[in-house]
């Protein structure tokens, strides 16, 4: 079969919500009109707060959030088919936790462990440019991502 990959750049410092919204507004709407039979996701924890390369600002919460909207989205589309690959993620003492979060979020299950770096604050305004950017860029091509 066929596929594809979808890019959405953001902001540094975007955060857990600016994340979130790039998914729900513009991957979620994407995958949903592609009907895939499988969902591969490039799982890397580069985006956390405190990874030296990544420098995003994603948290545990927002890991475990993206997780938990991938499974939804991969229940809805394929029958829950997933495949998670590991990559990406060098801030080795909290890398491990983001993981965490992630499958947590995948298999629907309560977080287990507290955020041991949780005070990092989330500015939502963040990605709204860069996530418009994206949206006008893709929707020639899928127009679902056209605003209604």
Known sequence: GQGFNINVPLEFGTGDSGYLRAFSEVIDPIVRAFDPSLIVVACGQDASAFDPNGRQCVSMAGFHGLGAAVAALATACCDGRIVLVQEGGYARTYAAF??????????????????????????????????EVARTALQPFWPVLAKH
């Open 98 to 131: 983001c993981l965490q979060a992630t499958l947590e979020g995948v298999l629907g299950e309560v977080p287990k462990s507290a955020d041991p770096l949780a005070f990092y604050p989330d500015d939502s305004a963040r990605s709204d440019a860069s996530i």
